[in-house]
Every structure is written in structure tokens, then in C-alpha cells.
């Protein structure tokens, strides 16, 4: 977890740097991290980093435009709690994907609603749970609640009935076993993996990987076993259908625009399913894989294009090693 500065807070500098500090702790494809930050006065920019693009699990970079997304939620967030209103304005309009994804300006003062000060305590608490969660129900005013959050930034969110969670888990399970075949795929995946005690501060703890406690081998010689794919996929299938609820979020248009307005969405359930004692984990290789996103658009049964598929409950035992973060110097330029 970052350190909000506490001097002088309220000169725009370190407000948008306590913004960007709020934004690193959004969630990423892998963690990749695929962002970087620029202060413009009482501007923040929020840029793609091309560098981290996952080349073969996110084609199309769609989940890199949406972790942006996430991160650019964070930072709205902190920004309102300190006191200010926030502006943004959405750069992307195509898909040439500029570097400059969205900038966000510091408006008028404002006082901070019990909403946002509510997510900004709940903003460092969230972490991606992909372990089982209790056999607890969650409530339908809860889940309405979330379907809500993800309406004001612009997206639908649909929570699967029992056939549609049984249909979707055996997709996730044909999804790993697809990918998993793949040696590309197995390549990528293992470039973001990290070992136990690794100083790397980005990637994925191995440990918290579904198969880290089953297969407690090198990152390498576990993803050479034979078969991964299989139990990969039924581990996971598993997961999907003791999961208490599992729900699709997506967007009108399939396009650059609609997919950051996707990742603000996916980041306000997030942080609104903390602040109620969720947790929650992505369930994307069913996107990830061209063949199958029609199915899963076909079994929600709605128009539009599902960006993002998430299983929720409430946590059967707490996170020991959160995914690192990047420090902010990494990340972060400051323009004078």
C-alpha cells in the first residue's frame, strides 16, 4: 500500500499525487500494471503503457484499456474524498489506442459524500480472492446494489441465475483448457508468475494462483505438467459453482471508449463489494478466447458485449500475500 502525503494536501500536486497513489492500487490483467501517470498542474493524465501489453491473453487490449479504467475509478475516488470534484475527460475514440487514455481535473471544492469516503476506506482493504468463498448467499439488495454501481459509470451487470452459473463453468473450464494447450499462452502466463520471496513488484504471487497450493513446483515445471489445462479448468469450474453469485459486466458497443467506462465499472463494484465484505475474482480466459465470447453473450441473453465475467462471495480465509505494486516513482511524472 502506498502513503498518502499528509502535508499540504490540499495544493493540487499532492492532491493528484495522492490520487495516483489511490490509483496503482487498482487491479490489472496479471498485474501488469500496464499505466503510467502524469501531473499537468491540476491535471492528471492517466497513460497506457504499451510496454505491458499481454500480446497473446489480451489480443485485442481490451483488458489493458479496462485496468486503466480501474486505475482511473481510483483516482476519482481519492480525489472526492479529499474534497474536490472530479472532471474527466475520456480521450479514447478509436482503436489506434493513444498512450493518453483519460485526464482527470481537479474542479470546484465539494464535501465529500459518506459514498466516497466509504470507498476510499475500502480502496487499500480490496484485494482478487481466487480462492472458494463461504457457502453464504449474498442478499439480492446487495447484489442490486452492485448492478447499480456499475450503471452510474456507464455499464450493465447481470447476476447469473443457477443455470447460467452451471452453463458458464463448463465454458471456463473449456477456456483453461484451450489456453493451456497453447505454448504461447503458457509462455506469457509464466513471464507474469512470480515465486515466493520474489522482489519483482509486479506479476502474480504464485502462491495465490488456484494450482499454487496444489502443484508446489517452480513456476516453470508447473506449467510443462501435463494435463495443467484439465485440472486447471475443472479447479476452476468448481470454484464458478460454489461461488454465491456470479455476474457478467459489458457495455452497448465493443468499443475503446466503452471499455474503459467498463473498467470505472468493474472498479465501483469492487470497491461497493469490499465495503460489504465481499471479494471477489475474474473469471476472463472465457473472454480471452474469440470463440467462446459469443457464448457467453449468448448465455446471458442480452444485447451488447461482455467485457468482464467475476465470481463474488464472502471470503473463506484472508489474503496472505497480496499481488506487489510498483512504486510511484516508477510510475509517476511530474511536469512543472
Not at 16 to 35: E, G, I, K
Request: charged fraction near 25%; aromatic fraction near 6%.
Amino acid at each position: 500500500m502506498q502513503n498518502f502525503n499528509t502535508m499540504n494536501m490540499l495544493e493540487p500536486e499532492n492532491v493528484l499525487r495522492n490520487a495516483v497513489a489511490a490509483a496503482v492500487m487498482a487491479p490489472s490483467s496479471h498485474n501488469t500494471q500496464p499505466w503510467r501517470f502524469r501531473i499537468v498542474g491540476s491535471t492528471l493524465e492517466i497513460l497506457a503503457d504499451p510496454s505491458r501489453h499481454l500480446h497473446v491473453i489480451d489480443a485485442e487490449r481490451r483488458q489493458l484499456v479496462q485496468s486503466c479504467g480501474c486505475a482511473l475509478f481510483n483516482a476519482r475516488v481519492a480525489v472526492r474524498a479529499m474534497g474536490f470534484a472530479d472532471e474527466v475527460t475520456a480521450i479514447l475514440a478509436d482503436r489506434d489506442l493513444p498512450q493518453l487514455v483519460a485526464t482527470l481535473h481537479l474542479g470546484d471544492r465539494i464535501i465529500s459524500s459518506e459514498t466516497d469516503l466509504d470507498l476510499m476506506h475500502a480502496l487499500p482493504l480490496r484485494r482478487t480472492n481466487r480462492r472458494p468463498f463461504l457457502p453464504r448467499p449474498i442478499a439480492i439488495e446487495h447484489s442490486d446494489a452492485l448492478i447499480a454501481a456499475a450503471t452510474r459509470e456507464g455499464a450493465w451487470m447481470i447476476r447469473l441465475d443457477p443455470d447460467q452459473k452451471h452453463e458458464i463453468g463448463h465454458v471456463v473450464d473449456h477456456a483453461d483448457q484451450v489456453q493451456f494447450d497453447n505454448p504461447a499462452f503458457r509462455e506469457e502466463l509464466s513471464h507474469w508468475l512470480r515465486p515466493f520471496g520474489s522482489r519483482q513488484r509486479d506479476g502474480i504471487p504464485f502462491v495465490e494462483k488456484e494450482y499454487g497450493s496444489a502443484l508446489p513446483f517452480t513456476v516453470v515445471r508447473a506449467l510443462r505438467s501435463p494435463g495443467l489445462g484439465v485440472e486447471f479448468g475443472k479447479l476452476e469450474e468448481e470454484l464458478v459453482n460454489r461461488s454465491p453469485m456470479v455476474a457478467v459486466l459489458g457495455t452497448a458497443s465493443d468499443e475503446p471508449s466503452e471499455w474503459l467506462a467498463c473498467g470505472q465499472a468493474l472498479q465501483a463494484v469492487l470497491l461497493h463489494a469490499t465495503a460489504l465484505g465481499l471479494s471477489a475474482a475474474f473469471l476472463n480466459q472465457v473472454l480471452e478466447v474469440p470463440s467462446l465470447r459469443g457464448k457467453v453473450a449468448e448465455l446471458i441473453g442480452r444485447p451488447g458485449y461482455p467485457h468482464m465475467v467475476i465470481r463474488l462471495g464472502y471470503p473463506e480465509e484472508p489474503i496472505h500475500h497480496p499481488a506487489p505494486r510498483r512504486e510511484l516513482d516508477d510510475v509517476l511524472e511530474v511536469v512543472l
